[in-house]
């Protein structure tokens, strides 16, 4: 596993100790492991976001394709 060293800003590294100060997490470690954990979350969340927006415009699309083959086809028989 690799080590990563990271320093925050400093307004950064007071929230956190006061979350750790207040009993939300156990050290400053465990604090910094939930943050990039949500980060990662986040990203995560971002992508699968940018891929259902991507198949709702392709949808979109198919759905406009049919609806006009479908009023075409009613034209047709009139």
């Not at 800003?9 to 009993?23: C, I, K, N, S």
């Not at 990203?43 to 415009?57: D, H, L, N, P």
């Amino acid at each position: 596993m690799a080590t990563i060293a990271f320093v925050p800003p400093q307004e950064v590294a007071r929230e956190l100790e006061l979350l750790v100060q207040r009993g939300r997490y156990r050290d400053l470690p465990e604090a910094m492991t939930e943050a990039a954990r949500l980060l990662v979350q986040r990203e995560r969340a971002a992508q699968a976001i940018a891929q259902i927006q991507a198949i709702r415009q392709k949808l979109a699309g198919w759905q406009a394709d049919v609806t006009q083959a479908v009023v075409a086809s009613h034209e047709e028989e009139t």
